[in-house]
Nanobody, 122 residues
């Protein structure tokens, strides 16, 4: 199983980015897929998860109304659409897969990507 993130970069506050997470060796309908982020000096935190049936769960209040998670099962890819980005969104963003249920706990995830850096300037 391999999980690979892409789409990070440097943007200005108020701009948008779309991150992609492409999985190989697993089927999205069999896994909960989540986005986590980790800022320097902080713990990794859960942001959003999309469960096996396609339902979405938000774990981070600060992104409500700005970030959305979606998936394309034909491409085996999960997306994180990030709008109206703020400097406090600056972090390494990770995609993770769990054979169990969506959870904000990193311990529940079986597979992780290497991360993609998002930097938002003010």
């Amino acid at each position: 199983v391999q999980v690979v993130e892409s789409g990070g970069g440097l943007v200005q506050a108020g701009e948008s980015l779309r991150l992609a997470c492409t999985a190989s060796g697993l089927t999205l309908q069999d896994y909960g897929m989540a986005w986590f982020r980790q800022a320097p000096g902080k713990e990794r935190e859960g942001v959003l998860c999309i469960d096996k049936s396609g339902g979405t769960i938000n774990y981070e209040d600060s992104v409500k109304g700005r970030f959305t998670i979606s998936r394309d099962t034909a491409k085996n890819t999960v997306y994180l659409q990030m709008n109206n980005l703020k400097p406090e969104d600056t972090a390494m963003y990770y995609c993770a897969a769990t054979y169990r249920y969506c959870s904000p706990s990193t311990r529940e995830y079986d597979y992780w990507g290497q991360g993609t850096q998002v930097t938002v300037s003010s």
